[in-house]
Nanobody
Framework: QVQLQESGPGLVKPSQTLSLTCAVA??????????WSWIRQSPGKGPEWMGV???????YYSPSLKSRTSISRDNAVNTVYLQMNSLKPEDTAVYYC???????????????WGQGTQVTVSS
């Protein structure tokens, strides 16, 4: 059973950089079975897939977010990270990490989710 736990700062000012952490338990992030994504959901909107990191460290990003987003990992602590720069108020959302046995850009393919962490972008 994969367990995911997101953490982050909660409140970020516009133009600043967001850094989020997803601690993974139950499976190694280097296990070839799984891909690991960040997905966010803004109020009144559906889930938005942001990007994925594969078991071998390969990454792929949503074209609309690619210029501002980076996903990385630390195998030693079984943790996946999200960094997003030049934040805007419209980036306010609940940010989730998810695990899937598909290398997918569709939120519905992710069958393991963390509880999410609220990020508010405001001055």
């Amino acid at each position: 059973q994969v367990q995911l736990q997101e953490s982050g700062p909660g409140l970020v000012k516009p133009s600043q950089t967001l850094s989020l952490t997803c601690a993974v338990a139950g499976e190694a992030i280097t296990n070839y079975v799984y891909a690991w994504s960040w997905i966010r959901q803004s109020p009144g909107k559906g889930p938005e897939w942001m990007g994925v990191i594969a078991y071998d460290g390969g990454t792929y990003y949503s074209p609309s977010l690619k210029s501002r987003t980076s996903i990385s990992r630390d195998n030693a602590v079984n943790t996946v990270y999200l960094q997003m720069n030049s934040l805007k108020p419209e980036d306010t959302a609940v940010y989730y990490c998810g695990a899937s046995n598909k290398y997918s850009n569709r939120a519905r393919d992710y069958n393991y989710w963390g509880q999410g962490t609220q990020v508010t972008v405001s001055s």
